[in-house]
């Protein structure tokens, strides 16, 4: 298989700060509407020792010419493809809300191929997968739709009032809300990977309860840490969510390290 290099960038892959000697990596997923940018602030954080990949689904930014990809399962298809281009190295997916989904479903694929694989998944601000509300976010009117967004408070406020700008993202945002709204999980589909869980004490979108139902889907360790806030809770806590991923990349190295020892 040829594999990505670690400075590259694709239509699917971005990288904010490459690193050519990074010896861990850290794949993130966005949310419902979201795109790669989001995940900016990681890749200074992380880099030079981190390999920061972030993920640009089709249908928005520089791709928003191309069609959305309309459910979860074929997006995670793509995604696992790409991933598995990359070089071979201990990694972290953290995924948030929508991307926590995508994130679970890739690992899930890439542990049944055998190959690229995470050593654990930072799932944010999302119920488990197997759990299920009635959600119809999707066949609202942009009115409605953009209620919603204002409610969780997950875009900027400055695209509100530029109607160019909301027309743009509007096909990407109500593609992604039917995606995740109509997706569906069985109880017992599970990843080998350990599963940490953060989420909002605030969060309309997922209880303690939801959050908590994510140990039934893996088969390693489980852990949960709840911040105060709502659905972005990770944007008043970025440096206690970066303390967590960072717990997670030292994990995943030093069992790199042990295995070769």
């Given at each position: 298989m040829n594999t990505t290099k670690d400075d590259a960038t694709t239509e699917w892959i971005r990288r904010y700060r490459p690193s050519a000697t990074s010896t861990t990596r850290l794949v993130c997923f966005p949310h419902a509407g979201g795109s790669a940018s989001f995940f900016h602030p990681l890749a200074p954080r992380f880099s030079p020792g981190t390999d920061v990949v972030s993920l640009q689904y089709p249908g928005r930014q520089d791709r928003r010419h191309e069609?959305?990809?309309?459910?979860?399962?074929?997006?995670?298809?793509?995604?696992?493809?790409?991933?598995?281009?990359?070089?071979?190295?201990?990694?972290?997916?953290?995924?948030?809300?929508?991307?926590?989904?995508?994130?679970?479903?890739?690992?899930?694929?890439?542990?049944?191929?055998?190959?690229?694989?995470?050593?654990?998944?930072?799932?944010?601000?999302?119920?488990?997968?197997?759990?299920?509300?009635?959600?119809?976010?999707?066949?609202?009117?942009?009115?409605?739709?953009?209620?919603?967004?204002?409610?969780?408070?997950?875009?900027?406020?400055?695209?509100?009032?530029?109607?160019?700008?909301?027309?743009?993202?509007?096909?990407?945002?109500?593609?992604?809300?039917?995606?995740?709204?109509?997706?569906?999980?069985?109880?017992?589909?599970?990843?080998?990977?350990?599963?940490v869980v953060l989420t909002g004490d605030e969060d309309p979108k997922t209880t303690r309860e939801e959050a908590e139902a994510w140990e039934q889907h893996t088969e390693g360790e489980f852990r949960l840490r709840e911040f105060s806030g709502g659905h972005f809770f990770l944007t008043e806590h970025l440096v206690e969510v970066n303390r967590e991923i960072e717990t997670e990349l030292a994990v995943a190295e030093s069992i790199e390290v042990g295995q070769r020892g």
């Open positions: 069609p959305c990809v309309e459910d979860i399962e074929t997006l995670a298809d793509l995604l696992a493809k790409e991933i598995a281009a990359l070089s071979d190295k201990p990694t972290v997916f953290f995924g948030h809300s929508m991307g926590a989904v995508l994130a679970f479903e890739t690992a899930h694929r890439l542990e049944q191929r055998g190959t690229r694989a995470p050593r654990s998944v930072i799932a944010s601000g999302r119920r488990a997968p197997a759990t299920r509300r009635d959600e119809e976010v999707h066949k609202r009117d942009d009115n409605g739709v953009i209620e919603e967004l204002k409610k969780l408070n997950g875009t900027d406020t400055a695209v509100f009032g530029d109607e160019e700008l909301l027309r743009m993202a509007m096909p990407a945002i109500r593609n992604d809300y039917r995606a995740v709204e109509t997706y569906r999980c069985e109880p017992d589909r599970t990843v080998r990977a350990p599963i």
